[in-house]
């Protein structure tokens, strides 16, 4: 059985930071790309970084561009999102999962609120 745990979100004021976690379970995750989403209250999910299997190749929504960085740790089963320079948009629930997410896995998400 597949989950993914997300943690780390919590209240900040903009242009703060915060890092967040993503622990899989039951999948072999090094044979996965990963991927960031986010869903804000009355608006659909969007795509917000992702990270290849093993060379670490990422890739940025253009609204998180140079201010957001995804990384993992294989050995921990472990995606990270470190989040800079937070602005109130970027508000909202912060979703981990497999890239390309064919079988819609998805975690509980972790709330992120910017305050302005």
């Known amino acids: 059985q597949v989950q993914l745990v997300e943690s780390g979100g919590g209240l900040v004021q903009a242009g703060d930071s915060l890092r967040l976690y993503c622990e899989a379970s039951?999948?072999?995750?090094?044979?996965?790309?990963m991927a960031w989403f986010r869903q804000a209250p009355g608006k659909e999910r969007e795509f917000v970084a992702a990270?290849?299997?093993?060379?670490?190749?990422?890739g940025y929504a253009d609204s998180v561009k140079g201010r957001f960085t995804a990384s993992r740790d294989n050995a921990e089963n472990t995606v990270y999102l470190e989040m800079n320079d937070l602005k109130p948009d970027d508000t909202a629930v912060y979703y981990c999962?497999?890239?390309?997410?064919?079988?819609?896995?998805w975690g509980q998400g972790t709330q992120v609120t910017v305050s302005s």
């Open positions: 999962g497999p890239y390309p997410n064919t079988r819609n896995y």
């Open positions: 990270i290849s299997r093993r060379m670490g190749r990422t």
């Open positions: 039951g999948l072999t995750f090094s044979n996965y790309a």
